[in-house]
């Protein structure tokens, strides 16, 4: 169901950009993928820029795009991004650090006001044969979890950590053991503004999922569990792909694609949200891929699917009026010199009680040079008000620019595709970042692109909206 088409976005101001672009070993798995952050109590921001092979930059811009000040972080050979994120006082930039003498993550903060880099810290300090350490980092950014994997016969048995407050002064150093649980697979750390940590696992052969909370001050560990894989009708159905999302800076939410071991064929989509505040874990009703879910696929994307393939969970977003949207894409790689393609949104809509209540597919088509891999085709999506604002980079009617739709998170209603009047480049080369993408507030838009005038540049620019 369409409504009216947005209003025009009006672009405020736009300046020159430096970036140069960054190629990860796995697209899938980019470890750092918002690079513009909104600065409390502001309406100024920071970002996040690759400069050189060897230089990143953290800068500040105010309201009419005039930076404010550039740290430079240096990286250097076996160094790699881990990490972005800022309080109400600094600017955290965590790199990883690699070679054949020991690994360890370092943070450099940076002072919001002035600029100035404070004194980095080495955490999560192993040998170089041990598992890539890692970090965790409470939404509002005042508390951080570093941690090493403790392993036995290429089994995880424990993550030694240790908890930071929003200076990098350490709170507690833990354990988090895991040697009574038997198999299970990818750990994940979530900690939570208050600094409570939420373990999360999948076990049970891919088919549990399971959280863990741990209190600083408090030695009981709560568990919840809930198992969504199993035997149904004779197919023995698991784990396929799952995203973990610390919703209001507190809430533990879980999306699960579970999918037939044998065939690989995707069957449900399960829903948890784990409020341990209230000890109620709210498990939704699956919402089940049948053969008419895949025709109503094709006949909306004009695609011939055989199958759902390559489709992968991107997002659990809650909006003001406490309705969940879970969104996954279908983003494919269709060999070693063909472009990758990202292509339609699968759309699902919760109310406040968690029922499902709606679905939806967004049919797009977009692709890029394998080289750019999906720096600027995919999506970009945030909660505004009641909706889910969705900016993609698509050429419609000829016309490549960035669109906007509009999603009603209580009916499930999505607006047309509303072009932003970037005219954005359409020539092979990096045209947008969607990384620098984002929403300082309801009505104003943070993008990174560059226009298809001749010799244009990136540009950084200020959107806002009617």
Same mark, same amino acid.
């Given at each position: 169901?369409?409504h ?26 980019q470890?750092?993928?918002?690079? $513009? ?6 309406? #100024?921001?920071?970002?996040l ?5 060897s ?12 930076k404010?000040?550039?740290a430079?972080?240096p ?7 881990e990490?972005?994120?800022?309080? #109400? ?11 054949? $003498? ?6 450099q ?7 100035q ?17 890692g970090v ?8 951080? &979890? ?7 016969? +290429? ?16 709170? *507690?150093d833990r354990?988090?053991?895991?040697r009574d =649980? ?6 994940s750390?979530?900690?939570?503004? #208050? ?12 088919? *549990? ?15 919840? /569990?809930?198992?969504?894989?199993? $035997? ?9 792909? /799952? ?12 999306a699960?694609l ?14 948890? *949200?784990f ?25 909306? $994307? ?14 659990? &977003? ?7 949207v879970?969104?996954?894409?279908h ?9 990758v393609r ?21 049919? *797009?088509?977009? /692709? ?8 600027? &085709?995919?999506?970009?999506a +945030? ?26 998170? =209580? ?7 509303? +072009? ?11 045209a947008?970042?969607k ?12 993008v990174?692109?560059?226009? /298809? ?10 959107l806002?909206?009617?």
């Amino acid at each position: 169901m369409l409504h009216t088409p947005l209003a025009q976005a009006q672009r405020v101001k736009s300046t020159p950009f430096a970036y140069v672009p960054e190629h990860t070993e796995d697209p899938y798995n980019q470890r750092v993928h918002v690079k $513009t952050l909104a600065l409390p109590g502001s309406t #100024d921001f920071i970002i996040l820029s690759h400069r050189s092979a060897s230089e990143y930059a953290v800068e500040r811009y105010d309201a009419d795009l005039k930076k404010v000040w550039t740290a430079t972080v240096p990286i250097a050979p076996g160094e790699s991004m881990e990490a972005f994120a800022r309080n #109400d006082q600094q600017a955290l930039v965590v790199l990883h650090h690699g070679d054949e $003498t020991g690994q360890h993550l370092l943070v450099q903060p940076v002072d919001l006001k002035t600029g100035q880099k404070l004194p980095a810290k080495k955490m999560a300090e192993g040998n170089a044969q041990e598992r890539r350490p890692g970090v965790s980092i409470s939404p509002d950014g005042t508390h951080l &979890i570093a941690w090493r994997y403790v392993t036995r016969d +290429a089994q995880i048995k424990a993550l030694t950590a240790a908890h930071y407050d929003r200076q990098l002064n350490k709170v *507690k150093d833990r354990s988090y053991d895991f040697r009574d =649980l038997g198999s299970f697979f990818s750990p994940s750390v979530h900690v939570a503004n #208050d600094g409570t940590q939420y373990v999360a696992l999948i076990g049970d052969n891919n088919q *549990k999922l399971t959280v863990r909370r741990y209190r600083d001050q408090d030695a009981d560990i709560k568990v919840m /569990s809930v198992a969504v894989g199993g $035997t149904f009708g004779g197919k023995k159905v698991t784990v396929r792909d /799952s995203q973990w999302r610390l919703l209001d800076g507190q809430t533990l939410y879980a999306a699960a694609l579970c999918a037939d071991y044998a065939s690989g064929e995707y069957y449900s989509l399960k829903l948890v *949200k784990f409020d341990f505040g209230t000890a109620d874990m709210k498990f939704a009703p699956e919402f089940k891929f049948t053969p008419e879910y895949l025709a109503e696929t094709n006949k909306l $994307t004009g695609a011939s699917y055989k199958r759902l393939d390559d489709v992968y969970l991107s997002d659990v &977003i809650r909006t003001e009026d406490q309705n969940v949207v879970v969104l996954a894409e279908h983003k494919a790689e269709e060999g070693p010199d063909a472009p990758v393609r990202a292509r339609e949104l699968h759309v699902f809509g919760y109310n406040e009680f968690q029922s499902p209540t709606w679905q939806q597919i967004i049919a *797009k088509n977009q /692709s890029a040079p394998i080289t750019e891999s999906f720096t600027g &085709i995919g999506y970009r999506a +945030a909660p505004i008000g009641n909706d889910v604002q969705v900016v993609t980079l698509e050429k419609l009617k000829d016309k490549t620019d960035l669109y906007l739709r509009k999603i009603a998170a =209580l009916p499930g209603t999505v607006t047309e595709p509303k +072009a932003l009047g970037l005219n954005v480049a359409n020539d092979q080369q990096v045209a947008y970042v969607k990384d620098f993408t984002t929403w300082l507030d309801g009505k104003t838009m943070i993008v990174v692109t560059r226009p /298809s005038k001749k010799s244009a540049a990136l540009q950084l620019n200020k959107l806002v909206f009617k």
